[in-house]
C-alpha cells in the first residue's frame, strides 16, 4: 500500500506541474500590471479551458501528493515517530491548502477576462485585490505546510531514517523552487515561464521518487 501511495505521489506531482504549465505559461509579450503586479495582460489571450483543466490537475495532482506524503510520513515513523507524524500530517493539510490556494489563483484571469468584456476594467483592481486579501493567510500558512515535508525529509535523509542515497536531500521542493528563480533571474525572457513555475511542483514529486526508492 505505501508503495503504491509513494507511486500515486510522484504522479500527482507531475499531474501538479501539469497544472502549473496550463495556468503560468503566458508566452511572450506577457507584462505584469495592477496591484503588485499580479495581472498578466496576456490571460485575455489564454482560452477558459486551460484554467479549468489547471483546477483539475490541481484537484487530483494534491490528493495523490498527500497519499505520498502520508506514505513517506509512515516511512520514515518506522525509524523516528515524531518526524513521520509531522510530515504526514503537513503533508496532509498543506496538500488542502494547496488545492484552496491553486483553484483561486486560477479565477482570477477567469474574473479579470470578464471584467473586460463587460467593459468594467476599472473593477479589476478592487476585485483582485480583495480576493489576494481573503487568500492571503492560507496561501502563506498552506504553503508553508507543504514546505514542512521537505525540512522532514532532509533530516530523515540525513539521519539514516530513510534508506536513500545522500544525494536525494536535494530532491525536494525547498531545493528545486530557488533553482527555478535562479533561471528566471539569470535569463527573464528565456525563463520567462518555465522552468520557474514547475519546480516546485516538481520537487512534491520527488518526494513520491524518495519514497518509492526507500521502499525497494
Same mark, same amino acid.
Given at each position: ?10 504522479? +500527482? ?14 508566452? $511572450? ?6 496591484? +503588485? ?30 497519499? +505520498? ?44 477576462? $470578464? ?12 476585485? =483582485? ?41 536535494? =530532491? ?11 533561471? $528566471? ?25 524518495? +519514497? ?5
Amino acid at each position: 500500500m505505501l508503495m503504491t501511495f509513494s507511486v500515486l505521489g510522484l504522479i +500527482g506531482g507531475l499531474l501538479c506541474a501539469a497544472g502549473d504549465i496550463l495556468f503560468d505559461f503566458k508566452g $511572450r509579450g506577457n507584462e505584469k500590471t495592477g496591484p +503588485g503586479g499580479n495581472v498578466d495582460t496576456n490571460w485575455i489571450h489564454m482560452a477558459d479551458w486551460r484554467f479549468i483543466a489547471s483546477i483539475i490537475c490541481a484537484f487530483f495532482g494534491d490528493i495523490f501528493v498527500m497519499l +505520498g506524503l502520508y506514505s513517506l510520513g509512515m516511512q520514515i515513523a518506522d525509524e523516528k515517530p515524531v518526524l513521520g507524524c509531522v510530515t504526514a500530517i503537513a503533508g496532509c493539510a498543506g496538500t488542502v491548502g494547496g488545492v484552496l490556494i491553486h483553484t483561486t489563483l486560477c479565477l482570477q484571469p477567469l474574473l479579470y477576462k $470578464r471584467l473586460m468584456e463587460a467593459g468594467h476594467p476599472e473593477l479589476i483592481d478592487s476585485v =483582485l485585490t480583495s480576493l489576494y486579501k481573503a487568500i492571503a493567510f492560507p496561501f502563506f500558512f498552506g504553503y508553508i505546510l507543504l514546505m514542512t515535508p521537505a525540512v522532514t525529509t532532509i533530516i530523515a535523509i540525513v539521519t539514516g531514517s530513510l534508506d536513500v542515497p545522500m544525494w536525494f536531500v536535494l =530532491l525536494n521542493p525547498l531545493v528545486f523552487l530557488p533553482v527555478g528563480i535562479l533561471f $528566471r533571474k539569470m535569463n527573464p525572457v528565456l525563463f520567462q515561464d518555465l522552468p520557474g513555475i514547475i519546480m516546485p511542483s516538481m520537487g512534491l514529486a520527488m518526494l513520491g521518487l524518495t +519514497g518509492i526508492v526507500n521502499l525497494m
